[in-house]
């Protein structure tokens, strides 16, 4: 397997209203890199937030089409990774890395 930079890989917190409705699951929902694998994005968030990772969802949300101002437009597409964290282990997303 390729070592990748964990910043390559996790792109972003998703905060959503379902995405803190996890969060009592002990669950957080990230935007990753198309190209990553489950065992890079367990890999990089356990690097990145030391917590120990049970396991990986990932999904992948294909591109809505939208009108904004007259104008049509199409959403880019991109994956979700769900990433349930074991016992004790806690990230707190709205502070920031």
């Given at each position: ?10 792109l972003s ?21 198309h190209s ?14 030391n917590v ?46």
């Amino acid at each position: 397997m390729k070592e990748v930079n964990a910043y390559d890989v996790i792109l972003s917190p998703v905060i959503t209203e379902k995405s803190s409705l996890v969060s009592e699951f002990n669950q957080v929902v990230f935007k990753v890199a198309h190209s990553a694998s489950k065992p890079q994005i367990k890999a990089a968030v356990e690097k990145l937030f030391n917590v120990k990772v049970r396991a990986v969802n990932t999904l992948n949300r294909k591109g809505k089409r939208k009108v904004f101002k007259g104008v049509r437009g199409r959403q880019s597409d991109f994956k979700r990774a769900i990433v349930t964290l074991d016992e004790g282990h806690s990230i707190d997303v709205t502070t920031g890395l």
